[in-house]
């Protein structure tokens, strides 16, 4: 039982969902356009959702000492705090489509490896493992 809990938050918490594949001529209205092999690290708020509470300070805290420790950006590599609105990623002949006002949370970090599908991950004590892993 606990297994199949904690599965179930693991799959939940880098849903899916929020990820559309599109077609590569899909324009976005007020973001960014992301081509493999470059890597990306987008930290975004969703401002549909008006309150902060201590997970957005605690997203604001963490996102600032990534940027510190992997900063700035390279010509392969970006991390950063956006407020752009949606996202394209080009990868394996695919396109990936993130709409940031449609994320179930305020805050939220996207991470795109430049070889697989755009990951979102919504709990900010995961950013840095995640971003470790990636830069491997």
Known sequence: MKISILLLFILTSCSPKYIQEVPSDTKTKFGFEISAPNQAVYFVENEKFEFKN??????????????NSFGPATDDFYIGKTNARDFKFNVNNKTYYIAVESLSQRTAMILFDGAHKPIIEFNPKKYRKLILKMKK
């Open 54 to 67: 201590n997970r957005t300070f605690e997203h604001e805290k963490i996102a600032n000492e990534l940027y």
